[in-house]
């Protein structure tokens, strides 16, 4: 317990990288964030390609200091940034399609649990055409989340 905080968690920053992991493949577990008392997570990261040959201080170093940049925090947070961030792309990318075809957030999950195969889905190519296209104000500007 001398190595961690006083609420009994780890120290941001904390990776492990031996002996619990794989002993061949390339992941570590690093716990990037503060926790209250007890509550701290360690998240794990598996490696599937290193284009750029990091070392594994390298990619972990870089894997910590992005934590601090997640806009909607002051703090690091436990997971990459990117990865919150495809989430909340994705989240309002639903809303949106949803939007479109017609449909509130909470009817949709209904209707699509309870939907049968004898139901007339919007063919594939007509949904293309009508989500992919952009207003032409909007196709050069950032987009914020």
Not at 77 to 94: C, E, F, I, M, T
Request: net charge negative; with cysteine.
């Amino acid at each position: 317990m001398g190595d961690g905080s006083s609420t009994g968690n780890v120290l941001p920053g904390t990776v492990v990288d031996t002996i619990i992991v794989h002993p061949f493949e390339f992941d570590f577990y690093l716990c990037s964030h503060y926790g209250a008392l007890g509550t701290s997570k360690p998240t794990r990261y598996r490696v599937l390609c290193d284009e750029h040959w990091f070392t594994s201080d390298q990619l972990q170093k870089l894997i910590y200091d992005l934590c601090f940049t997640f806009a909607r925090c002051t703090k690091p947070v436990s997971l990459v940034p990117p990865v919150y961030y495809a989430d909340l792309v994705a989240y309002r990318g639903r809303l949106y399609h949803e939007s479109m075809e017609g449909q509130s957030p909470a009817s949709a999950s209904s209707s699509s649990s309870s939907s049968s195969s004898a139901s007339s889905p919007l063919s594939v190519g007509s949904l293309e055409e009508r989500f992919s296209k952009l207003h032409a104000d909007l196709e050069n500007t950032m987009f914020f989340i």
